[in-house]
Structures are given as structure tokens and as C-alpha cells.
């Protein structure tokens, strides 16, 4: 059984923590300086083969230099610091460790990427249809937009021949027609929806997934837990994806 250490033990954390020996997984740490009856800080002695982040955006980077420098391997949910992944690619090869980071750990979520990727292919052959998205989450949610959406908006971008750009912002003009709009919206308990729309004057297009319970981001993170455990180097979950599906 592998053994596994949580940084951040929030909803997400909670969550792992209740499903991980279903998944073949045994918790050995749990570290989050907010919550009582946690370790207080990351320790190379009590880090399991593997750990998990789900911590927050501002302290994330500098839990991977840790947990990267004591040679474990992790698996990353937090999003907000993606800007670095040059020097996290860097520190996994520097330290012979795996590390793997995701937006969004739902394995639906990730087929639904390719779903979109594939509309957008098809609905770009005929150019009156716009195309746009809108996501929702709860209200506790640290970062807009989420990962997620820009995921989305990257995987329209790729195969549109018109959009070039995307826009999270709130727009107090006419939106030009390189540019996506990719809107959000924060309100209530909402665990993530995204939608994504396919839009002329006759008829609309809308593909959306739905999250019913984080516990589908908790059962991608202990399956990709198992998965970089016995590799090295720097990997996305859309990596792991590709070569789960082949």
C-alpha cells in the first residue's frame, strides 16, 4: 500500500484522507499549520513516498521546494503558481524526484477537455457560430479564474481558427472577435461547473460538466499519486491521461 502525506487538510484534504485506503493508499502525514492536530510544518522525517498538496496558492511553491528537496514525490492541486512551472521541471530533475500538477484532478473533467477540444475542431468549419465559456464555484474558492477554465480556454484556442486570445476580465466594451471570453462567477457552495458555448443567430451549442461531489478530485489525485510514484521528472495530469487512454 502506498504511503501518503496531505499538505493542507481543508475540504479537499479531508476528502482524500476518507477515500485513500479504498484507493490503495495509507496517510502516514498530515500537515497544515491551520488546522489542529496537524504537524505545523513540512519535515523531511515525516514526508510518505508520495504527497499531496492541496494547500494554497500563495504557500504552494515553496512546499514543492521542500517536499523536492527531501527527494519524495508529489502530486499538485493547488493551482495559482503555474507561472513557475519552469523552476518546479527544474527541481524535479535536480532532486531525481516526480512531481505532478493538475488544474482540475476529475478524470471526467479531463475527458470533458477533449470533448470540447474536439467541438471547437468541428464547429470552426462553420463561421457563424462564436464560441465563449463561464465557470462557477463556491464562494471559498481562492483563485479566479479557476485552472480549469483556462485549461478550456487553451484547448479552444489550439483548435479555433479565429480566436487567438482569451479573456477572463470583466469587459466594459465590445469583445473583438480574435479575443474568448472565459467568465466567472463565485457565489454559494458550488463544487465547479464549466460551460462552454457554441453560439449563433439560429440555434446555440452548450457543453457543461457538473461536479456532484470533490470526491471525484480526490479519487484523480490518489489514482495520480500511484501513478508518479514510479516515475521522475515533471508531469501534468493531462500527461497521465494520454497514456491511461492508450
Same mark, same amino acid.
Given at each position: 500500500?502506498?504511503?501518503?502525506?496531505?499538505?493542507? *487538510?481543508?475540504?479537499?484534504?479531508?476528502?482524500?484522507?476518507?477515500?485513500?485506503?479504498?484507493?490503495?493508499?495509507?496517510?502516514?502525514?498530515?500537515?497544515?499549520?491551520?488546522?489542529?492536530?496537524?504537524?505545523?510544518?513540512?519535515?523531511?522525517?515525516?514526508?510518505?513516498?508520495?504527497?499531496?498538496?492541496?494547500? @494554497?496558492?500563495?504557500?504552494?511553491?515553496?512546499?514543492? =521546494?521542500?517536499?523536492?528537496?527531501?527527494?519524495?514525490?508529489?502530486?499538485? !492541486?493547488?493551482?495559482?503558481?503555474?507561472?513557475?512551472?519552469?523552476?518546479?521541471?527544474?527541481?524535479?530533475?535536480?532532486?531525481?524526484? !516526480?512531481?505532478?500538477?493538475?488544474?482540475?484532478?476529475?478524470?471526467?473533467?479531463?475527458?470533458?477537455? %477533449?470533448?470540447?477540444?474536439?467541438?471547437?475542431?468541428?464547429?470552426?468549419?462553420?463561421?457563424? *457560430?462564436?464560441? &465563449?465559456?463561464?465557470?462557477?464555484?463556491?464562494?471559498?474558492?481562492?483563485?479566479?479564474?479557476?485552472?480549469?477554465? /483556462?485549461?478550456?480556454?487553451?484547448?479552444?484556442?489550439?483548435?479555433?481558427?479565429?480566436?487567438?486570445?482569451?479573456? *477572463?476580465?470583466?469587459?466594459? =466594451?465590445? /469583445?473583438?472577435?480574435?479575443?474568448?471570453?472565459?467568465?466567472?462567477? %463565485?457565489?454559494?457552495?458550488?463544487?465547479?461547473?464549466?460551460?462552454?458555448?457554441?453560439? &449563433?443567430?439560429?440555434?446555440?451549442?452548450?457543453?457543461?460538466?457538473?461536479?456532484?461531489?470533490?470526491?471525484?478530485?480526490?479519487?484523480?489525485?490518489?489514482?495520480?499519486?500511484?501513478? /508518479?510514484?514510479?516515475?521522475?521528472?515533471? *508531469?501534468?495530469?493531462?500527461?497521465?491521461?494520454?497514456? @491511461? @487512454? &492508450?
Amino acid at each position: 500500500m502506498l504511503e501518503i502525506s496531505l499538505i493542507g *487538510y481543508g475540504k479537499m484534504g479531508h476528502m482524500i484522507a476518507s477515500l485513500a485506503e479504498a484507493q490503495g493508499c495509507r496517510v502516514r502525514s498530515i500537515i497544515d499549520p491551520s488546522q489542529a492536530g496537524c504537524e505545523r510544518e513540512i519535515r523531511p522525517e515525516i514526508l510518505a513516498d508520495v504527497c499531496i498538496d492541496f494547500s @494554497l496558492p500563495d504557500t504552494a511553491l515553496n512546499n514543492i =521546494r521542500q517536499v523536492a528537496a527531501a527527494g519524495k514525490h508529489m502530486v499538485v !492541486g493547488t493551482t495559482g503558481w503555474h507561472k513557475h512551472l519552469d523552476e518546479v521541471k527544474d527541481l524535479a530533475e535536480r532532486h531525481g524526484t !516526480g512531481i505532478l500538477w493538475g488544474a482540475n484532478f476529475s478524470i471526467g473533467m479531463n475527458l470533458f477537455t %477533449r470533448v470540447i477540444q474536439y467541438a471547437t475542431s468541428i464547429c470552426d468549419k462553420f463561421p457563424m *457560430y462564436d464560441v &465563449c465559456g463561464w465557470e462557477m464555484h463556491h464562494n471559498q474558492k481562492a483563485d479566479s479564474p479557476s485552472g480549469t477554465a /483556462i485549461q478550456l480556454a487553451d484547448a479552444i484556442l489550439r483548435e479555433s481558427s479565429v480566436k487567438d486570445e482569451a479573456v *477572463y476580465d470583466k469587459l466594459d =466594451r465590445r /469583445i473583438l472577435k480574435n479575443e474568448l471570453h472565459f467568465a466567472s462567477l %463565485r457565489g454559494g457552495a458550488v463544487p465547479g461547473t464549466h460551460s462552454v458555448i457554441f453560439d &449563433c443567430e439560429t440555434d446555440s451549442l452548450e457543453l457543461s460538466h457538473r461536479v456532484r461531489s470533490r470526491a471525484c478530485f480526490a479519487t484523480g489525485a490518489l489514482q495520480a499519486a500511484q501513478w /508518479i510514484s514510479l516515475r521522475k521528472g515533471l *508531469y501534468s495530469f493531462n500527461q497521465m491521461m494520454e497514456d @491511461l @487512454l &492508450c
